[in-house]
């Protein structure tokens, strides 16, 4: 079963956005050898935390560090941009880099009301996302009558494949209509998984009029956390808590370097604003790790894992994904060639 990777630049405290970025197409590099199917990033606007604001710039730079895996978005957040522009960038990439190009959508803005203004220049309106996905996709097919006299260029003809991205039964439904394969943000808003993946199901059209596959396609997102040991791996996971605590009290910052005496530190209502979120996480030896993936896979009929960690230490992140890579089975480059 294929494993993913979902990154966002993150910024680590005592590092800079440059930094985050070499970090990141170290990564890219790292987990390419190492034979995961796909390496994702996901459009975020003024941060602290994470660097991946320009996704499109982002994805050709690791797309251009790497040969093998496939490189996409996790998403673009459609709403703030007209699907020309989202055509035209991503038909480009495709140009590029051939068959090795994803495009997964949300309906979210990725950032505050503020900023998500700041950038449509105008009110949110994401009662056009159903539209805009068609739209998109139109720019995006080969070059037919009814098309329009406005054509992405590049773009027209690359066909780019679409992923629609949601933690909620809305965006499951609307996936499973169009004939999509569907991403569950389950890493970060598990609450609503199980009945957006029966919701998709149920409504899983092959012959939707964006069909792309021939049956429903789920890839789940999942915290991981891997160590040589399971105190290393319990004390690493402390910063994605951090994170998460600092995102419950509105105060997002670079992430803070492990503290293995976090949870005594916290009080009831902080200890749920932490866990609620990260329901979905496995952390552990490698044994540990793969056993708990091994139950997640059976109980969610997932068929792809995106996998996200995140780390203080670059060093400590890549080690997880290669401990991981291990565990499970990855071929490597030189095999999956």
Same mark, same amino acid.
């Given at each position: 079963?294929?494993?993913?990777?979902?990154?966002?630049?993150?910024?680590?405290?005592?590092?800079?956005?440059?930094?985050?970025?070499?970090?990141?197409?170290?990564?890219?590099?790292?987990?390419?050898?190492?034979?995961?199917?796909?390496?994702?990033?996901?459009?975020?606007?003024?941060?602290? $935390?994470?660097?991946?604001?320009?996704?499109?710039?982002?994805?050709?730079?690791?797309?251009?560090?790497?040969?093998?895996?496939?490189? !996409?978005?996790? !998403?673009?957040?459609?709403?703030?941009?007209? *699907?020309?522009?989202?055509?035209?960038?991503?038909?480009?990439?495709?140009?590029?880099?051939?068959?090795?190009?994803?495009?997964?959508?949300?309906?979210?803005?990725?950032?505050?009301?503020?900023?998500?203004?700041?950038?449509?220049?105008?009110?949110?309106? $994401?009662? +056009?996302?159903?539209?805009?996905?068609? $739209?998109?996709?139109?720019?995006?097919?080969?070059?037919?009558?009814?098309?329009?006299?406005?054509?992405?260029?590049?773009?027209?003809?690359?066909?780019? *494949?679409?992923?629609?991205?949601?933690?909620?039964?809305?965006?499951?439904?609307?996936?499973?209509?169009?004939?999509?394969?569907?991403?569950?943000? +389950?890493?970060?808003?598990?609450?609503?998984?199980?009945?957006?993946?029966?919701?998709?199901?149920?409504?899983?059209?092959? +012959?939707?009029?964006?069909? +792309?596959?021939?049956?429903?396609?789920?890839?789940? !997102?999942?915290?991981?956390?891997?160590?040589?040991?399971?105190?290393?791996?319990?004390?690493?996971? $402390?910063?994605?808590?951090?994170?998460?605590?600092?995102?419950?009290?509105?105060? *997002?910052?670079?992430?803070?370097? *492990?503290?293995?005496?976090?949870?005594?530190?916290?009080?009831?209502?902080?200890?749920?604003?932490?866990?609620?979120?990260?329901?979905?996480?496995?952390?552990?030896?490698?044994?540990?790790?793969?056993?708990?993936?091994?139950?997640?896979?059976?109980?969610?009929?997932?068929?792809?894992?995106?996998?996200?960690?995140?780390?203080?230490?670059?060093?400590?992140?890549?080690?997880?994904?290669?401990?991981?890579?291990?565990?499970?089975?990855?071929?490597?480059?030189?095999?999956?060639?």
């Amino acid at each position: 079963m294929p494993l993913s990777v979902l990154d966002l630049a993150p910024v680590s405290s005592g590092q800079d956005v440059a930094d985050a970025l070499e970090n990141t197409t170290r990564l890219a590099r790292a987990v390419d050898d190492l034979g995961y199917e796909r390496f994702w990033l996901a459009e975020h606007h003024n941060s602290d $935390t994470f660097a991946s604001s320009a996704t499109a710039l982002l994805i050709e730079r690791v797309a251009s560090a790497t040969s093998r895996m496939r490189v !996409g978005s996790g !998403g673009i957040m459609l709403p703030n941009h007209a *699907p020309l522009t989202v055509a035209e960038q991503f038909g480009t990439l495709a140009t590029l880099h051939p068959g090795r190009i994803d495009l997964g959508l949300g309906r979210a803005p990725g950032t505050d009301p503020r900023t998500a203004q700041a950038l449509r220049r105008g009110a949110a309106n $994401t009662d +056009s996302f159903p539209q805009d996905v068609r $739209t998109l996709s139109r720019y995006l097919a080969p070059a037919g009558p009814g098309q329009g006299a406005v054509r992405a260029i590049p773009g027209q003809g690359t066909e780019v *494949p679409l992923w629609m991205l949601g933690s909620s039964t809305s965006s499951a439904e609307l996936a499973g209509r169009l004939g999509l394969p569907y991403a569950f943000a +389950s890493h970060f808003a598990p609450y609503q998984l199980d009945e957006a993946l029966a919701v998709y199901r149920a409504n899983f059209d092959p +012959s939707g009029p964006l069909a +792309s596959v021939d049956r429903p396609t789920v890839m789940a !997102g999942v915290n991981v956390m891997v160590a040589d040991d399971q105190d290393s791996a319990e004390a690493l996971f $402390t910063t994605i808590q951090q994170m998460f605590l600092r995102l419950a009290s509105g105060a *997002p910052a670079p992430l803070d370097p *492990p503290l293995p005496k976090l949870r005594t530190m916290l009080d009831a209502q902080q200890a749920s604003a932490m866990d609620g979120p990260l329901q979905v996480s496995f952390v552990g030896t490698p044994d540990v790790v793969r056993d708990g993936l091994d139950e997640f896979v059976a109980r969610t009929g997932a068929d792809e894992l995106l996998v996200v960690t995140y780390a203080h230490d670059p060093v400590a992140r890549r080690h997880s994904y290669e401990l991981l890579a291990d565990a499970w089975g990855l071929p490597g480059q030189n095999a999956a060639a």
